[in-house]
């Protein structure tokens, strides 16, 4: 049964820092991509960021483009979304959500985590 | 990037009765070199992580009823539930793949019992 849970979130101040972290088993890790999608308190789905199963290839949104970094290790079976300079807009639950093609990454996903949420705020 | 239109916002249907929510992107996603729609539908109940229905605008992903089924090609998209029951109320999105990065959700529909 494939899971994916994540963790790392928490209240943080503006401009401050967090690392997500989210580990995954029930499927081979190192042949999908992996995305984190979020969602802002009663509001919709916004894809952040993807990382290819080899990690050779990242994509960001161009809202947190330049200040989070994907990145993944296949030897963990982890993927990690580092956030710098947090704006109290990133507050959102942040889901983990496997990509479906296998091999690379297609931006449909047939697994999603519970999430975990990221309060920025003074 | 492509945004996705979701209409209407929320849509009250009785037990037993057909529920129609509509998806309209700002361009087609429809890619003509293998002929499919990246287009899918996601249900999200509350509390709960999103589950993937549809993928390629109307192939229903294992294990959902086939009182699910989408439709449409191009811009202009349709998830029907043929026969609402309770266990469907929820919030769905569709999202297209046609863009690599930016993929993009519709701002979703919330179905409610009448």
């Known amino acids: 049964e494939v899971q994916l849970v994540e963790s790392g979130g928490g209240l943080v101040q503006p401009g401050m820092s967090l690392r997500l972290s989210c580990a995954a088993s029930?499927?081979?890790?190192?042949?999908?991509?992996l995305s984190w999608v979020r969602q802002a308190p009663g509001k919709g789905l916004e894809w952040v960021s993807a990382?290819?199963?080899?990690?050779?290839?990242?994509y960001y949104a161009d809202s947190v483009k330049g200040r989070f970094t994907i990145s993944r290790d296949n030897s963990k079976n982890r993927v990690y979304l580092e956030m710098n300079s947090l704006r109290a807009e990133d507050t959102a639950v942040y889901f983990c959500?496997?990509?479906?093609?296998?091999?690379?990454?297609?931006?449909?996903?047939?697994?999603w985590g519970q999430g975990s949420l990221v309060t920025v705020s003074s | 990037d492509i945004v996705m239109t979701q209409f209407p916002a929320s849509l009250a249907v009785s037990l037993g009765e057909r529920a129609t929510l509509n998806c309209k992107s700002s361009?087609?996603?429809?890619?003509?070199?293998?002929?499919?729609?990246?287009l899918a539908w996601y249900q999200q109940k509350p509390g709960q992580p999103p589950k993937l229905l549809i993928y390629?605008?109307?192939t229903r992903e294992s294990g959902v009823p086939d009182r699910f089924s989408g439709s449409g090609s191009g811009t202009d998209f349709t998830l029907t539930i043929s026969s609402l029951q309770a266990e469907d109320v929820a919030v769905y999105y569709c999202?297209?793949?046609?863009?690599?990065?930016?993929?993009?959700f519709g701002q979703g529909t919330k179905v409610e019992i009448k």
């Open positions: 029930g499927f081979t890790f190192a042949s999908y991509a």
């Open positions: 959500a496997k990509d479906t093609e296998f091999g690379f990454a297609s931006g449909w996903f047939d697994k």
């Open positions: 390629w605008a109307s």
């Open positions: 999202q297209q793949y046609y863009t690599t990065p930016g993929w993009t």
């Open positions: 361009q087609s996603v429809l890619y003509s070199s293998n002929n499919k729609n990246y």
């Open positions: 990382i290819s199963g080899s990690a050779g290839s990242t």
